[in-house]
């Protein structure tokens, strides 16, 4: 796919992606953990702080943008943040409608629904634009490496590889991977390039393992998961089959009704999205087969060790903020109903004889159809930031006497990042 197309691409996404909320650019402010890694790279210095782990794993895409930003004004920090967010995200979309996807996903209009689902998917208000949660687009990106055509030029190997490298130091993603290279490599071990990037992705493991082995339960919710049949088929049910079909706002909206709550409904809801992917990654396509596995270890990983408050699974099937920008756990989420959206789209638009894989392909465009009409169109406008005022805060930092320690909110409710006056 010619330049200019990726270009227009590029700006069709983030234009789409800034529809959303257009105060991520317009009006930025740091979320959650931004200010955590401004604060570090801010006392520390730029180098210094790119060693330090987060939740128990190295996150070097974070740790590389905090430090990036400390050449510019502290009132530019946070959009420069959202910014990159923005942008890791846009590159994804740009990776995948590339021409080098096509031996992949061979038709073009696949791949850009696929793109407009990844910007428009509900229930998943707090995965873009923002540098706190960009590395599950990151960790998106690198799945597509893995899958896409051998580049031409030397400029593609060394994107592929900064990709895999970045990516795999940057949270945990690299370790789920790790099967899904390795499984495409024994199908294919004469494919040096695939060795190249199996290569580079375990020794990223590597170092994740040994991170995460030093500090195990570093900055990690303490007590109780909670865990039980009743709250995992609440966080399935509500999360992703309601997430998807009627969004975070749909989903806020019921909490206090029977389908909600009871539990043979929400039995069934939760065994849509798992039998769908099941399916689909018995009889669709390896990729789709891989990206399937690819959310169920997510999904597993997360619901070990979610860094949420407790009880930790009942919270983490409680629907998300539409009041402000408080998402809860719903990151958690995104991978699975990527898949679960995407399965169900590749059920519906398969050419199907039997009689049960008809109906099955009427179901999965029904419920597309839902997803689109009621969860999209419910979820587009995100919940807006609290307004605290982030020029003012720089303004009271910089009057303040050289060596005060300045505490400054931040959203959610009740964050905030501390800095040194200068």
Same mark, same amino acid.
């Given at each position: 796919?010619? #330049?200019?197309?990726?270009?227009?691409?590029?700006?069709? $996404?983030?234009?789409?992606?800034?529809?959303?909320?257009?105060?991520?650019?317009?009006?930025?402010?740091?979320?959650?953990?931004?200010?955590?890694?401004?604060?570090?790279?801010? @006392?520390?210095?730029?180098l210094r702080s790119l060693t330090h782990q987060a939740g128990g794993y190295l996150v070097m895409l974070q740790r590389l943008g905090a430090s990036a930003s400390l050449a510019l004004p502290i009132v530019a920090v946070p959009t420069f943040f959202n910014a990159v967010g923005?942008?890791?995200?846009?590159?994804?979309? +740009?990776?995948?409608? @590339?021409? !080098?996807?096509?031996?992949?996903?061979?038709?073009?209009?696949? !791949?850009?629904?696929? $793109?407009?689902?990844?910007i428009a998917v509900p229930n998943a208000y707090d995965t873009a634009g923002n540098l706190t949660n960009a590395q599950w687009h990151l960790g998106l990106i690198a799945f597509l490496v893995m899958f896409a055509r051998p580049p031409r030029r030397v400029a593609g190997w060394l994107l592929d590889g900064l990709i895999i490298?970045?990516?795999?130091?940057?949270?945990?993603? +690299?370790?789920?991977?790790?099967?899904?290279?390795?499984?495409?490599?024994?199908?294919?071990?004469?494919?040096? *390039?695939?060795?190249?990037?199996?290569?580079?992705?375990?020794? +990223?493991v590597v170092v994740q393992l040994l991170v995460i082995l030093t500090h195990v339960g570093a900055q990690r919710t303490a007590g109780s998961l909670g865990a039980g049949f009743l709250p995992l088929v609440q966080m399935i049910a509500r999360q992703l089959t309601l997430g998807l079909l009627i969004g975070a706002h749909g989903l806020s909206s019921i909490a206090g009704s029977p389908a909600a709550s009871n539990l043979a409904i929400l039995t069934v809801l939760a065994v849509i999205p798992l039998a769908v992917c099941v399916w689909a990654a018995w009889r669709g396509p390896s990729m789709l087969r891989a990206f399937c596995l690819l959310a169920g270890l997510e999904l597993a990983l997360a619901l070990v060790a979610p860094s949420i408050g407790v009880p930790r699974w009942p919270k983490l099937g409680n629907a998300a903020s539409i009041v402000e920008f408080h998402p809860g756990g719903i990151r958690?989420?995104?991978?699975?109903?990527?898949?679960?959206?995407? @399965?169900? #789209?590749?059920?519906?638009?398969? $050419?199907? *004889?039997?009689?049960?894989?008809?109906i099955a392909a009427v179901a999965a465009a029904v419920l597309l159809l839902a997803a689109v009409t009621i969860g999209v169109r419910a979820d587009w406008e995100y919940p807006p930031y609290l307004d605290e005022h982030w020029g003012a805060e720089v303004q009271r930092l910089q009057a303040a006497p050289r060596g005060t320690l300045v505490v400054i909110p931040i959203n959610p409710h009740g964050w905030n990042v501390s800095l040194v006056a200068r």
């Open positions: 796919m010619k #330049g200019w197309y990726l270009l227009v691409a590029a700006a069709i $996404a983030a234009l789409l992606w800034l529809s959303h909320m257009p105060a991520l650019l317009f009006h930025a402010q740091f979320y959650a953990d931004d200010g955590g890694w401004y604060q570090l790279a801010y @006392s520390e210095g730029p923005l942008a890791v995200g846009v590159g994804g979309i +740009c990776y995948l409608l @590339s021409a !080098r996807m096509a031996t992949a996903i061979p038709s073009l209009a696949a !791949r850009a629904a696929i $793109a407009l689902l990844v490298v970045i990516g795999g130091l940057t949270g945990p993603y +690299c370790i789920l991977l790790e099967p899904i290279i390795g499984w495409l490599w024994l199908r294919d071990r004469r494919n040096r *390039r695939l060795q190249v990037l199996l290569a580079l992705n375990t020794a +990223c958690y989420f995104l991978f699975p109903l990527l898949a679960f959206a995407i @399965s169900l #789209g590749w059920i519906a638009v398969r $050419a199907l *004889r039997g009689r049960i894989e008809r």
